[in-house]
């Protein structure tokens, strides 16, 4: 019934918890997981050739394609709800999947349904959530179930093959091989009227940032040249700012706002 694909490039380390703590716990619902590995070279091969959980296929792939891969897994699926998982999700509570679909089924207008981070202080994502960035995010209750909803990923996120046929699939972008092909589907989805949303009480342990592995190349490039862009338009918004009468027609009808973008 859920196609899970994992995608991994040189994590072993994280992988096999995530194999071990997550996917080991997912409910006899989960008939269907793909494990892309992405060209890795430190051991991530030969510890995927021993797994012998009999749901599980494995690609061996001899390039990183990064999130390109997950196009390209999910074809190779046919069950009728996909998951995408991130190899750096390293623990979860028993049959998480079938909390995810319970929900999901009870939520017609939501496209994506992802679950929840722990409150976890080594995970970027969760200080982002929890810490940096709280008031992007409220808790709502929707048809009997709680949600937060706010800025969503995809690091453990459901969606229907229906869906996902409607819009297209997963966008690929060939020039990148780290970049934000989530979010990319949550835009996709939106233009047909669903929305996307963290199910609260369903809570993963996610292991993001340079605490539990190094950043790869192609992701620091991709946040560097973001991050440089968001620091240019600052500047242009800073000006407009300027301008007597702009603040407060920008207060008023929310036109744009600075973001907070780090210093290079």
């Not at 709800?81 to 991130?86: Q, S, T, V």
């Not at 709502?140 to 800025?151: A, F, K, S, Y």
């Amino acid at each position: 019934m859920i196609a899970v694909v994992v995608l991994t490039h040189n994590r072993v380390h994280l992988l096999r918890q995530c194999v071990e703590k997550v996917l080991a716990r997912a409910s006899e619902l989960t008939t269907e997981i793909v494990i892309w590995n992405n060209g890795s070279t430190d051991g991530t091969a030969a510890y995927l050739d021993s797994l012998d959980d009999p749901r599980i296929r494995v690609v061996q792939h001899p390039d990183n394609i990064g999130q390109n891969a997950y196009a390209e897994a999910f074809r190779l699926t046919t069950a009728p709800y996909m998951l995408e998982l991130d190899d750096d999700m390293i623990d979860a509570p028993p049959e998480w999947d079938r909390s995810l679909l319970d929900a999901f089924e009870r939520l017609p207008q939501v496209g994506f349904l992802a679950a929840n981070l722990v409150d976890n202080p080594h995970d970027q994502a969760a200080k982002v959530m929890y810490h940096e960035r709280p008031h992007l995010y409220s808790t709502v209750v929707e048809n009997g179930v709680t949600l937060v909803r706010g800025p969503v990923g995809g690091g453990c996120a459901l969606t229907s093959r229906e869906l996902h046929d409607r819009v297209g699939g997963f966008r690929q972008q060939r020039s990148e091989v780290f970049w934000l092909e989530d979010e990319a589907y949550i835009a996709d989805i939106e233009k047909l009227g669903y929305s996307a949303a963290y199910l609260k009480d369903v809570q993963l342990l996610h292991a993001g940032g340079s605490y539990y592995a190094p950043e790869s190349a192609p992701k620091h490039e991709y946040w560097h040249r973001y991050w440089t862009r968001e620091i240019r338009k600052n500047s242009v918004k800073r000006l407009l700012l300027r301008i007597p009468f702009v603040r407060p027609l920008n207060d008023r009808y929310g036109w744009f706002h600075v973001s907070d973008a780090p210093k290079l």
